[in-house]
């Protein structure tokens, strides 16, 4: 910047924050290098904080937001979003998902695998009907990103066991930077041998045998360091809505990005919004990119957006994988086709709470915009193809989780069927006009008088992608 331009900071106007405000500006891995993106911060002064009086006091200060604070000074003036969400969700000292257990009903949030095996057991059919599409193969690896407590694995692989041709030609391989969830995973999955670490890293847990399948299970930091070079399946659960976001503002100066930087003394909160005096290199790189696929009309109507770079980058290295060796990615997220202006939101102990509140002790996640998501696809050119979107009601019901249920019913005590009907109907459930062909006891009713209304769930609001080389069967469900 020149030296002549007076130095100002823009605090984000109200009109835009009072959406946010209304939500609570409510509400997870690390920016690899390449998708890094710095931004000139020489315009953006820092006034001097005016005491009047007693000041309101300060939200506790955690070792996070010391961390954070230490950046910001380091850099000379706020960092952006998307940085922030990263050293929130994986910073390796002070990282949310670095050294607790954050899923369940002791935890922060619930995820469909922890509801019901139910989850599990169909994500496990889907992935038997891909190798059945792929020809059977002696040879196949099943990859899942972020996979949590391992509770979708285990089910899996629990679900699959009776098919020997399927799981003895099975090769496990997670996607997991906490050495916290890597034990957990390997509990879940009743592994066997001994863990390996490095003095420097202490990664934990790298190479095991699940029991009693005996499938060989591999830990790996990032999907670069998984192998490419057999037929893969791919699950994304819950995966791309921790991939930090950029997000963006429409004004008279052009495209400028949303910023974090440190409070002053008289707000509760250590960190606030600001907008940067103009765009950046991230708005004038990402905006155009996003904008510049949409239709015009949408295009045009566009105030604020919203950008994962990273989730696109890795649907595009999804891409490139199936269509080299052959496979399929699965992708569940809540979201939508199309972007948001603003999604990223913050939970605590099941409850929305502020953005900016307590950082590294609530998940940051942003809805997915699964039309970026195919973007990143085809801007791989990759020989591959999307399929969806479709609802989680959907994918579940098409693969028979319904018959599942019936199944399980038939042997269930009454405490152990009230479970089985609660998560069924917490997965396919949505608006309150939906039914679902499971009564009380259990029994499917033909007659829609019979059928009782689906409690507000997950069915809908959580969508399904799926990516296959251009030559591949359509996968089923899609």
């Given at each position: 910047?020149?030296?002549?331009l007076?130095?100002?900071?823009?605090?984000?106007?109200a009109?835009?924050?009072?959406?946010?405000?209304?939500?609570?500006?409510f509400?997870?891995?690390?920016?690899?290098?390449?998708?890094d993106?710095?931004?000139?911060t020489?315009?953006?002064?820092?006034?001097?904080?005016?005491?009047?009086?007693?000041?309101?006091?300060?939200e506790?200060?955690?070792?996070?937001?010391?961390?954070?604070?230490?950046?910001?000074?380091?850099?000379?003036?706020?960092?952006?979003?998307?940085?922030?969400m990263?050293e929130?969700?994986?910073?390796?000292?002070?990282?949310?998902?670095?050294?607790?257990?954050?899923?369940?009903?002791?935890?922060?949030?619930?995820?469909s695998?922890?509801?019901?095996?139910?989850?599990?057991?169909?994500?496990?059919?889907?992935?038997?009907?891909v190798?059945q599409q792929?020809?059977?193969?002696?040879?196949?690896?099943?990859?899942?990103?972020?996979?949590?407590?391992?509770?979708?694995?285990?089910?899996?692989?629990?679900?699959?066991?009776?098919?020997?041709?399927?799981?003895?030609?099975?090769?496990?391989?997670?996607?997991?930077?906490?050495?916290?969830?890597?034990?957990?995973?390997w509990?879940?999955?009743?592994?066997?041998?001994?863990?390996?670490?490095t003095?420097?890293?202490?990664?934990?847990?790298?190479?095991?045998?699940?029991?009693?399948?005996?499938?060989?299970?591999?830990?790996?930091?990032?999907?670069?360091?998984v192998?490419?070079?057999?037929?893969?399946?791919?699950?994304?659960?819950?995966?791309?809505?921790?991939?930090?976001?950029?997000?963006?503002?429409?004004?008279?100066?052009?495209?400028?990005?949303?910023?974090?930087?440190?409070?002053?003394?008289?707000?509760?909160?250590?960190?606030?919004?600001?907008?940067?005096?103009?765009?950046?290199?991230?708005?004038?790189?990402?905006?155009?990119?996003?904008?510049?696929?949409?239709?015009?009309?949408?295009?045009?109507?566009?105030?604020?957006?919203?950008?994962?770079?990273?989730?696109?980058?890795?649907?595009?290295?999804?891409?490139?994988?199936?269509?080299?060796?052959?496979?399929?990615?699965?992708?569940?997220?809540?979201?939508?086709?199309?972007?948001?202006?603003?999604?990223?939101?913050?939970i605590?102990?099941?409850?929305?709470?502020?953005?900016?509140?307590?950082?590294?002790?609530?998940?940051?996640?942003?809805?997915?915009?699964?039309?970026?998501?195919?973007?990143?696809?085809?801007?791989?050119?990759?020989?591959?193809?999307?399929?969806?979107?479709?609802?989680?009601?959907?994918?579940?019901?098409?693969?028979?989780?319904?018959?599942?249920?019936?199944?399980?019913?038939?042997?269930?005590?009454?405490?152990?069927?009230?479970?089985?009907?609660?998560?069924?109907l917490?997965?396919?459930?949505?608006h309150?006009?939906?039914?679902?062909?499971?009564?009380?006891?259990?029994?499917?009713?033909?007659?829609?008088?019979?059928?009782?209304?689906?409690?507000?769930?997950?069915?809908?609001?959580?969508?399904?992608?799926?990516?296959t080389?251009?030559?591949?069967?359509?996968?089923?469900?899609?």
């Amino acid at each position: 910047m020149l030296s002549r331009l007076v130095p100002q900071r823009y605090n984000i106007a109200a009109g835009f924050l009072k959406p946010f405000a209304a939500r609570g500006l409510f509400s997870r891995t690390d920016c690899l290098a390449e998708h890094d993106i710095s931004i000139d911060t020489s315009a953006l002064s820092r006034t001097e904080a005016h005491n009047h009086g007693k000041l309101p006091g300060k939200e506790p200060e955690t070792e996070m937001a010391k961390h954070i604070k230490s950046l910001i000074r380091f850099r000379g003036g706020p960092i952006t979003l998307a940085e922030y969400m990263s050293e929130v969700l994986t910073n390796p000292q002070a990282g949310y998902y670095i050294n607790r257990d954050v899923f369940g009903t002791d935890g922060d949030f619930t995820t469909s695998p922890e509801i019901s095996q139910l989850f599990g057991e169909m994500i496990g059919v889907w992935c038997l009907t891909v190798w059945q599409q792929l020809g059977s193969p002696s040879k196949m690896r099943l990859v899942e990103l972020g996979p949590g407590r391992g509770t979708l694995m285990a089910d899996l692989l629990r679900g699959t066991a009776p098919f020997k041709p399927f799981i003895s030609g099975l090769d496990v391989h997670l996607v997991e930077v906490s050495k916290f969830l890597r034990l957990q995973q390997w509990d879940k999955l009743h592994c066997r041998g001994l863990p390996t670490a490095t003095s420097s890293t202490a990664e934990g847990h790298q190479t095991g045998t699940a029991m009693p399948s005996g499938v060989q299970v591999h830990w790996h930091r990032s999907l670069d360091e998984v192998p490419d070079d057999l037929p893969t399946v791919y699950i994304a659960h819950e995966f791309l809505d921790a991939l930090p976001v950029h997000q963006f503002q429409k004004t008279e100066r052009g495209w400028c990005e949303r910023l974090i930087d440190i409070a002053s003394d008289d707000s509760p909160l250590h960190f606030r919004l600001v907008l940067s005096p103009r765009p950046t290199p991230a708005s004038k790189l990402l905006v155009d990119r996003r904008l510049g696929a949409l239709p015009f009309d949408q295009k045009a109507a566009m105030k604020g957006l919203e950008v994962s770079p990273q989730a696109m980058s890795t649907a595009g290295d999804l891409a490139k994988r199936v269509a080299t060796h052959g496979g399929a990615a699965l992708l569940i997220d809540y979201g939508r086709n199309r972007p948001y202006p603003t999604s990223l939101q913050a939970i605590r102990e099941h409850q929305f709470c502020g953005l900016l509140e307590q950082p590294g002790k609530a998940d940051l996640s942003a809805h997915v915009d699964f039309a970026a998501i195919r973007q990143g696809v085809g801007e791989s050119q990759a020989a591959a193809t999307c399929h969806g979107l479709i609802s989680q009601r959907q994918l579940l019901q098409s693969l028979g989780i319904e018959a599942r249920l019936q199944a399980l019913l038939k042997t269930a005590d009454t405490e152990e069927a009230d479970m089985l009907q609660t998560g069924y109907l917490r997965l396919v459930g949505g608006h309150a006009s939906a039914t679902a062909s499971v009564q009380g006891d259990g029994r499917q009713k033909g007659q829609q008088q019979d059928a009782q209304p689906v409690q507000e769930g997950m069915g809908l609001t959580y969508q399904a992608m799926a990516i296959t080389s251009e030559d591949a069967p359509v996968p089923v469900a899609f």
